[in-house]
């Protein structure tokens, strides 16, 4: 297998449902002054050039050739804006959605892109509004003046006065153009997808609008900056650290929990950023039901895992990190867990191993499924969590089953002995044993628990949702089972594989070279694209939908992500 000591190391994630290269978050970009998000995400450089990313549907997170002395950015739901030194503002992506600059537009000092519609603060302290107005959100009020900050929302439009009171127009079903009437003394201001949020001058922070995201925790205090998203919230502290709150579908409320040194927040459609003081950008979160956005700045990774739509890695020191989706707490990884040697990740739940032999639990009881690992379970060496259930390879080579259990896939069978490693699918489970063959049970709708006659020499499994791997010692590969009812394919210029991992429709092998092979395809049926500068791989992970793989590359060198 490709590796390289001393070298560092990073987390690469792929979507199948990401449109392009969807929310991969850029690594080791130096030098950032500011960020935004909204279903794609800016980051506005301190020479004063921009780089996007995210989703692309329409050429929101293309940025114009040649853009530069750019000395703001905003992020829309289908447009961008960036203000230059000059006081005029560029726009791209939809133009009737707010990208059309109107003509002789000078002398702005700060830019608000919203959900279809765009605002402008110019030195004079009035507002120009452009866009979509079907609620009202480009409306100015008449006689508005004296106005210190712009913000805008999906439908509705904000504006903080120098005596620091908040107007607000556009649309009002949800509350968010409901300023409350003792609203004072605010410092900064931000509009939700249907909500609305004010900074005030004593470090608090008040909320109006959509319920569930209009609502800031009790204990929320020392605020320096805020950021409404869709539904959710973010909030820098003084102490470089972040709150989050609201609604968390895809994880975006759930912080990293080692996440200091923080400058600058960005909430968007379904993700968060963070900007470092570094330089560098943290991102947690989703995009389009994919948790393909890395947690950049990770380095000294020792494990990957991917689930349903939630990924795990695992460092050197023995600590866990999680992202995606946390509808079930599956992103919630345990306060205190440390000393873990191995983890896995689940349809909705995450399994780590730590260094006594024991076994931590979290995530889904997902349909009132018993996921709670068994009473006296110890002296574990391995783990593999599968769709809904899980399995436990211990010291003896014996092997434990809990969870769902409807298809045999967790009941192991009784004379099972001399296992050397466990792998758990959708519904079903296999094990390969110290003479080089396998067993499994569970589900065989697809035949994925019929193993070939005569299979023998295997070094390495994997279990994916409706069919099995097996590496041979040669570095061969045989699949079994099918892939989302289609045949599996494996090609035979495949060359020399040293690991597999098996996912929903789709199955990644590694080859000795450090580099990855898909094999099956996304949901269209026309295959999975690798990123195309994908190399040097040392471990690799398949979830649903979307992928993952730890990379090794030589010190101070970055994967050129963010092209």
Known sequence: MFTNEGWDRAVVV????????????PKGVESIAAISSARHNIALREDGTVIAWGLNVNQMATVPSGLTGVEAVSAGANHSLA???DGTVVGWGTEECGARVPDGLTGVIAIAAGGNHSLALREDGTVVAWGENRAGQTSVPDNLTGVTAIAAGGAHSLALRENGTVVAWGRYEDGQTDV?????RVIAISAGGEHSLALLKDGNVVGWGRKGSREVPESLTGVTAISAGNWHNLALLEDGTVVAWGYSERGEATVPAALRGVTAIAAGHRQSLALLQD???VGWGGNNDSAAIVLAGLTRVSAIAAGGWHNLVLTEEGTVH???LNDQGQADVPAGLARVLAISAGGKHSVALQEDGTVVSWGSEWRNLNLTVPVGLNRVTAISSGGEHNLALRQDGTVVGWGENGDGQATVPSALAEVTAISAGGWHSLAL???????????????????????????????GYSHSLALREDGTLLGWGKFRNRPINIPRW???VVAVAAGEGESLALRKDGSVVSLGGSYDGEGAVIPWDLEAVTAIAAGIQHNLALVSFPPGWW???AK
């Open 322 to 324: 999680a992202w995606g």
């Open 279 to 281: 330089g560098t950008i």
């Open 433 to 463: 044993l110290s003479d080089g063959t396998v067993v499994a049970w569970g589900n065989n709708e697809a035949g994925q628990a019929t193993v070939p006659n005569g299979l023998t020499g295997v070094t390495a499994i994997s279990a």
């Open 180 to 184: 409350p009437s003792s609203l004072a």
């Open 83 to 85: 203000l230059l030194g």
């Open 559 to 561: 994967l050129g992500l």
């Open 494 to 496: 495949l060359g020399e």
């Open 14 to 25: 792929w979507g199948l449902r990401a449109p392009e290269r969807e929310p991969q978050v």
